[in-house]
Structure formats: C-alpha cells, structure tokens
C-alpha cells in the first residue's frame, strides 16, 4: 500500500496511488473509472517525456554545409590575424626583415603555386606523413589492446609508452640519423617514433572506459581473443581510439617537420621541412612565414575535413551529442 506522502487526494475526497507508484487490482477497483483513465494518461505522458530526454534529435545536414560552416570560422580568425598583423607593421615597431609585410608574404605564396613548386613540396610531405601514420596505426593498435587487456604488459611497458609519448619528437633525429643514415627510414622512424605512443595510449584510455559486462558477455558468448577485439572492444573503445589518432596524426606531423627540418639533404627531395631550412639559410623571414603558413594549414585541413567529421559521426551513433556538434 502507498504512503501517506506518495497518496494524492482527489476532488471527492478519495485517495489514490500517485503516478509513479503502480496501482494493485483491488486499488484500481476503488476508483471510478474517469480517474482511472486520468492516471493512465499521466504515467504514459511522464514515460513519453523520458522517452524524449532520452533520444538524441539530429538534423541532417548536407555535408557542404557541414564544411562551410567548419572553414568559415578559421579563415575569419586568419582575416582578423592579417589585419593586427598589418597593423603592427604599419607602426614599424621592429624591423622589415623580422616583421615583413603581408603582402610580401603573400606575393611568394603566389610564387610557389604559380610554379608549381608547392604542390611538390606538399607532396613530398603529405604523402610521407600518410604511409608514417598509416604504419603507426598498424603498429600501435595491437600494442594498445595489449596494454589495455594484459595487466603484467601494462605494468611493465605502459608507463614506458606514455614516457615516450612526452618525449619531443626532434629528439629522435640524431639517433635516426645514426641508425639509418639519411635515407627516407629516418623520416619514418622518426614518424613512428612520435605517432605510436599517442596512438597506443589513446586507445589504451578507451579500453579503460569500457564497461566491463561488454568483455564478460563476449567471453560466454564463446568469443576468441581476436574476435573479442574486433568485436567487442575496438567498437567499444571507438571515441578513445580516434582521440589517440588525432593526436597521433598531430605527432606524426610535427615529427615529419622536425626530421626534414634537420636531415635536408637533396637526397630527400624537397619537403616542407627542408624549404623552411632553405628560406632560414636565406635570411628571408616572408619566406619563413610563407611556409610556416602551409604548415599550419596542413594541419587544419586534416582535422577539419577528416577528424572533425568522424568523431561527430561517432559521437552521435553513441548519442553523446545532439545537433549542437
């Protein structure tokens, strides 16, 4: 029977059951049935309100729009950049060739496209950093779910991995250079060097978040260690893992710079990393920033075309965001 805190007294005087307690045969027999069909409409409006709060609303939006929208707002934040940027120059607060400007800067950016000389470096650079990041994921994801899954692995070389992890990418260089000599293998030692540990530690935080029934039912269900993680914990783990490839790319690309940075030889052909040397040795600070502002731009493109879009469409098969992502 309810409580005296959990009745409700009607207009007629009779007490009933409130919304959230059942009612029993022998109550609902009490009742007249206009109220009972009041109440059977209050609980099934109250489960329908939950029901709501608990489905995630999507809009469907094109996905032009979905890139506009993303590339709008960095390239209003680079107008505002250029403007301060004019401005400093304009008060000749240091001198022409520490601060250049702008349309300097933007005069040899014309140059590279217009020779063609910045689709090579481009190039050179892209494609190096893809097979690195694509190898570092081949390597990291078995290191991962073995850090993740066996406990003796995790103590032994887990803080290792997140040592290296902290470790600045440029360090490697020398080292790769003495291994490999200057061959295309130091870039991507180096590349590997500084992408597995993110990646593997990225992975290793979302098999942490896993709920532990998911592992246990995958096991009665007769699953093998391979199928267990395939099945089971990749999927699981899925926005853990992506955030460890986005800063494992991120890694990755900051390595590639350093290692071309340091080992320029013509033997690498020409990356973006060995043009930055060359406009250093050329005392040409527009030159500097030219590159510099393709670097950077590499690196927005990339998380705003591929990452940004994944982690949105992962999120949202989880219901973990709405339409606000």
Known sequence: MPTREDQAVTPGGSEEAGPS?????????DLSPTVVVERDAQRAEVEAGLDALDTPVYEYTPWW??????????????ALLVGVWQFLWSRAIWPEYQLPHPADVGSYMVELFRTGQAFDVLW?????????????IVVATPLG????????????????????????????VPAAILWFGIQPATIYAVILLGAVPSIANGLVAG?????????????????????????????????????GLKQGWAFAWRSLMAAEL????????????????????????A?????????????????LIVFRPLERRVLRARGLTGTSA
């Open 21 to 29: 307690h059942p009612m029993s045969m022998q109550e609902r027999s």
């Open 65 to 78: 729009k979905s890139l506009v929208s993303s590339l709008v707002p960095p390239v209003i934040a680079v």
């Open 124 to 136: 050179t650079s892209g494609h190096r950093a893809l097979i690195g990041f694509a190898v570092a």
């Open 145 to 172: 779910l073995l850090i993740g899954t066996v406990q003796p692995v995790r103590a032994a070389i887990g803080p290792l991995v997140s040592g290296l992890q902290s470790l600045p990418s440029v360090a490697w």
């Open 207 to 243: 098999l942490d978040q896993i709920p532990t029934i998911l592992p246990r039912v995958g096991r009665a269900l007769g699953a093998s260690r391979v199928e267990l993680a395939r099945h089971v914990l990749l999927p699981a783990a899925l926005p853990g893992f992506l955030a």
């Open 262 to 285: 340091i080992a320029a030889s013509p033997q690498l052909g020409l990356g973006l990393g060995a043009l930055l040397d060359q406009a250093r040795a050329l005392n040409s600070m």
């Open 287 to 303: 030159r500097v920033i030219t590159v510099i502002f393709l670097i950077l731009a590499v690196g927005v493109l990339v998380d």
